[in-house]
């Protein structure tokens, strides 16, 4: 088992930035990918960034330019620093981990963007 928490969410104001923190524990030696969804209100969770476990990246495209992930396996933690924030990445982050059989989540934290 492989349990995740994030941290570092909150209220910031356009333009702004974050840097949010996902650490695993447990299982931790089994994680290959790790990454981030997020889930913003009334809408379905998206896919944001993730991370395999040689440093390669992938973002959606609403976000390439924006943000980084970027990871500690000796720590293993997977961060996401997020700048140039607007009022659409408003939303409930969430990070994950891929194990042997299955998908870990987090219990997300929450992103606010507002003036």
């Known amino acids: 088992q492989v349990q995740l928490v994030e941290s570092g969410g909150g209220l910031v104001q356009p333009g702004g930035s974050l840097r949010l923190s996902c650490a695993a524990s447990?299982?931790?030696?089994?994680?290959?990918?790790m990454g981030w969804y997020r889930q913003a209100p009334g809408k379905q969770r998206e896919f944001v960034a993730s991370?395999?476990?040689?440093?390669?990246?992938n973002y959606v495209d609403s976000v390439k330019g924006r943000f980084t992930i970027s990871r500690d396996n000796a720590k293993n933690t997977v961060y996401l620093q997020i700048n140039s924030l607007n009022a659409e990445d408003t939303a409930n982050y969430y990070c994950?981990?891929?194990?042997?059989?299955?998908?870990?989540w987090g219990q997300g934290t929450q992103v606010t963007v507002s003036s």
């Open positions: 994950y981990a891929i194990g042997p059989e299955r998908r870990y």
């Open positions: 447990g299982s931790s030696f089994s994680i290959r990918g």
């Open positions: 991370i395999t476990s040689d440093g390669s990246t």
